[in-house]
């Protein structure tokens, strides 16, 4: 068998894969006032979803808010992801 070899991702695909990837994903109700809570802090969601279960997940875009597999809201969150984007950046721009 031939010893394979991956293929080099295209810059396209790379920062598809970046968005894409997520660092935590939990899953959290909605309080009567429309927020949700997730490390310590709370995201305001809208009362309407009030009682729903949410899932809240965490990207290099921000903290993104999901119901049912529809997407709701994001925040950009730089002080979690700005460590993990810094990498990638300093790579894709400065080398």
Not at 16 to 42: A, S, W
Not at 55 to 62: I, Y
Request: glycine letters at 8%.
């Amino acid at each position: 068998m031939k010893d394979a070899e991956a293929k080099p991702l295209t810059d396209e695909e790379m920062e598809k894969v970046i968005r894409e990837l997520f660092f935590e994903k939990v899953e959290r109700t909605v309080k009567q006032n429309g927020k949700v809570k997730f490390e310590g802090k709370r995201y305001h969601v809208g009362r309407k979803m009030s009682g729903e279960t949410v899932e809240v997940t965490v990207t290099l875009r921000g903290v993104e808010v999901w119901h049912n597999g529809a997407f709701v809201k994001r925040w950009k969150y730089w002080e979690y992801v700005l460590g993990i984007a810094a990498g990638y950046m300093l790579e894709k721009y400065l080398l």
